[in-house]
């Protein structure tokens, strides 16, 4: 028994010698090439749409992590099984075995969106380094000189990882110097942030702004070489020093995913510095049969946005900051698009490079090739913040407060029930414009017992949120959020 639980450990060694030797490779080189990362983006893409929403659904954004661990861990089961057989006296299949694992991650690599020749290198290392490990820890050792192989075969795998992981969250290049907006913002109208204890604040926290994108590593494009395509009658290219040139807009915007559930976390409001993208798109010129703007990221991803709902005059951008600074690596350095009234999977490309103004019959983009709505407006929807669900409070006045979105058109009221009774009219905060969301808040005279609150918004066109829960597949979620509260 302790030959078998040795040799497994030896597999289990190789395993982590070669995800280090990767890592390392990987940090230093690209750190989307991690053979870890390649093949959590081939799982992403193959897996069913309803697998993506059960994922999502269940694990929120912990959903990436729980897939890189599920990944590991059969990759440690797998290591363990081949270290097993080595210790039969099988050495080279079972290092080949270890090998063919990292050739895996080549392959997967190669093949994935925006691939690059260097983009192999990290996974043919990996196998290099597991299949080599493999074999020196399964030679005849004595039994000391082996306990010190393997652990300083341990250390050193861990300290290659974690070496790699620092190296692949080093911070993009100097972030660029924002110059003042052409087109200022206006300062926010006095009561549009309500400040209850709890409540959603207006302007919401760069750190603590959602993010929900099939990225598994940040892409971190480096500005020198970032480099910005347009595609229309002509093709033009910009650095983001030819985008700082065209005049900056600054607006207050809220962003939606199409996969928030009702009362979900997903959405979030920010202010927004940028290049109006109907300038840009005019400047490269627009074919008169273009219905759909392509854009691609960094990493490959795709989105198709309405052709005519960018250049309606609504306050489109590229942009280029969020909250008065430049645009973190997880919310799209360098440049962005930001489109409001539609949900974020066909306005909110992130890390973007290249805008392709062409056909939906031509070319589909990564979430409407999955099923999803292809145009994506955002349904009116409210959220109670205040109080929290399962609150225990004490009898009298309460305030139920909570924000409402109805991006482009705007929230005209948010209404409150208790016990599906009558409906009351909550007090507005005022907006800046119909592209936020709007806080609300209702006074509620609790009485002792169990009571379920439920809030509805009516935006103004005067079409008042759906009561019946849908999920978000394909086109946004509906249904009243409720929550229920304890009265003592």
Request: glycine fraction near 12%; hydrophobic fraction near 45%.
């Given at each position: 028994?302790?030959?078998?639980?040795?040799?497994?450990?030896?597999?289990?060694?190789?395993?982590?010698?070669?995800?280090?030797?990767?890592?390392?490779?990987?940090?230093?080189?690209?750190?989307?090439?991690?053979?870890?990362?390649?093949?959590?983006?081939?799982?992403i893409d193959l897996a069913p749409t309803s697998v993506k929403e059960f994922a999502v659904g269940t694990f929120g954004t912990a959903d990436k992590p729980v897939l890189i661990g599920t990944i590991i861990a059969l990759l440690l089961c797998l290591a363990f099984i081949l270290g097993i057989l080595a210790g039969t006296g099988r050495r080279i299949p079972a290092a080949a075995g270890v090998a063919g694992l990292g050739l895996l991650g080549a392959a997967a690599a190669a093949?994935?969106?925006?691939?690059?020749?260097?983009?192999?290198?990290?996974?043919?290392?990996?196998?290099?380094?597991?299949?080599?490990?493999?074999?020196?820890?399964?030679?005849?050792?004595?039994?000391?000189?082996?306990?010190?192989?393997?652990?300083?075969?341990?250390?050193?795998?861990?300290?290659?990882?974690?070496?790699?992981?620092?190296?692949?969250?080093?911070?993009?290049?100097?972030?660029?110097?924002?110059?003042?907006?052409?087109?200022?913002?206006?300062?926010?109208?006095?009561?549009?942030?309500?400040?209850?204890?709890?409540?959603?604040?207006?302007?919401?926290?760069?750190?603590?702004?959602?993010?929900?994108?099939?990225?598994?590593?940040?892409?971190?494009?480096?500005?020198?070489?970032?480099?910005?395509?347009?595609?229309?009658?002509?093709?033009?290219?910009?650095?983001?020093?030819?985008?700082?040139?065209?005049?900056?807009?600054?607006?207050?915007?809220?962003?939606?995913?199409?996969?928030n559930e009702v009362g979900g976390p997903y959405t979030g409001n920010a202010r927004w510095l940028g290049v109006p993208l109907a300038t840009l798109l005019r400047e490269a010129g627009i074919p008169a049969d273009a219905d759909q703007l392509l854009s691609r990221s960094a990493d490959g991803w795709t989105g198709g946005t309405p052709v005519d709902v960018v250049m309606d005059g609504r306050e489109a951008m590229l942009a280029v900051g969020m909250n008065g600074r430049p645009?973190?690596?997880?919310?799209?350095?360098?440049?962005?698009?930001?489109?409001?009234?539609?949900?974020?999977?066909?306005?909110?490309?992130?890390?973007?490079?290249?805008?392709?103004?062409?056909?939906?019959?031509?070319?589909?983009?990564?979430?409407?090739?999955?099923?999803?709505?292809?145009?994506?407006?955002?349904?009116?929807?409210?959220?109670?913040?205040?109080?929290?669900?399962?609150?225990?409070?004490?009898?009298?006045?309460?305030?139920?407060?909570?924000?409402?979105?109805?991006?482009?058109?705007?929230?005209?009221?948010?209404?409150?029930?208790?016990?599906?009774?009558?409906?009351?009219?909550?007090?507005?905060?005022?907006?800046?414009?119909?592209?936020?969301?709007?806080?609300?808040?209702?006074?509620?005279?609790?009485?002792?017992?169990?009571?379920?609150?439920?809030?509805?918004?009516?935006?103004?066109?005067?079409?008042?949120?759906?009561?019946?829960?849908?999920?978000?597949?394909?086109?946004?979620?509906?249904?009243?959020?409720?929550?229920?509260?304890?009265?003592?």
């Amino acid at each position: 028994m302790r030959r078998v639980v040795r040799a497994g450990g030896a597999g289990l060694l190789s395993a982590l010698a070669a995800l280090g030797g990767a890592e390392l490779v990987a940090g230093a080189l690209q750190p989307r090439s991690s053979p870890v990362v390649v093949v959590g983006g081939m799982v992403i893409d193959l897996a069913p749409t309803s697998v993506k929403e059960f994922a999502v659904g269940t694990f929120g954004t912990a959903d990436k992590p729980v897939l890189i661990g599920t990944i590991i861990a059969l990759l440690l089961c797998l290591a363990f099984i081949l270290g097993i057989l080595a210790g039969t006296g099988r050495r080279i299949p079972a290092a080949a075995g270890v090998a063919g694992l990292g050739l895996l991650g080549a392959a997967a690599a190669a093949t994935r969106p925006a691939a690059a020749p260097l983009d192999v290198v990290a996974s043919l290392a990996a196998a290099a380094v597991g299949a080599c490990t493999l074999l020196a820890l399964t030679r005849p050792t004595p039994p000391a000189s082996g306990r010190r192989t393997f652990l300083l075969t341990g250390a050193g795998s861990v300290a290659a990882i974690a070496a790699g992981r620092l190296l692949a969250s080093r911070a993009p290049a100097t972030a660029p110097a924002l110059p003042p907006p052409a087109d200022p913002a206006r300062p926010l109208p006095a009561g549009a942030d309500l400040r209850i204890s709890g409540l959603s604040p207006f302007v919401t926290p760069t750190p603590d702004f959602y993010r929900v994108d099939t990225a598994l590593a940040v892409p971190r494009p480096a500005l020198d070489g970032w480099t910005l395509r347009v595609h229309g009658t002509r093709t033009i290219e910009l650095t983001m020093a030819d985008v700082l040139k065209r005049g900056l807009i600054e607006r207050d915007i809220t962003l939606t995913c199409v996969s928030n559930e009702v009362g979900g976390p997903y959405t979030g409001n920010a202010r927004w510095l940028g290049v109006p993208l109907a300038t840009l798109l005019r400047e490269a010129g627009i074919p008169a049969d273009a219905d759909q703007l392509l854009s691609r990221s960094a990493d490959g991803w795709t989105g198709g946005t309405p052709v005519d709902v960018v250049m309606d005059g609504r306050e489109a951008m590229l942009a280029v900051g969020m909250n008065g600074r430049p645009l973190t690596a997880e919310h799209g350095f360098p440049a962005r698009l930001v489109v409001p009234g539609l949900y974020g999977y066909v306005s909110a490309t992130k890390w973007v490079v290249d805008l392709d103004l062409t056909r939906y019959a031509e070319a589909r983009a990564y979430w409407t090739e999955r099923g999803w709505a292809t145009d994506g407006p955002v349904k009116t929807m409210s959220r109670i913040d205040v109080p929290a669900p399962f609150k225990r409070l004490r009898a009298g006045a309460v305030q139920v407060a909570g924000v409402a979105w109805a991006q482009h058109r705007g929230v005209a009221g948010v209404e409150v029930r208790v016990d599906g009774g009558p409906w009351h009219e909550a007090t507005l905060a005022t907006v800046p414009s119909p592209d936020t969301w709007r806080q609300w808040v209702w006074t509620w005279q609790a009485t002792p017992g169990s009571h379920t609150l439920e809030a509805r918004a009516t935006d103004a066109a005067g079409h008042t949120q759906q009561s019946s829960r849908v999920t978000p597949f394909p086109d946004g979620a509906t249904g009243w959020h409720s929550v229920v509260v304890t009265v003592e």
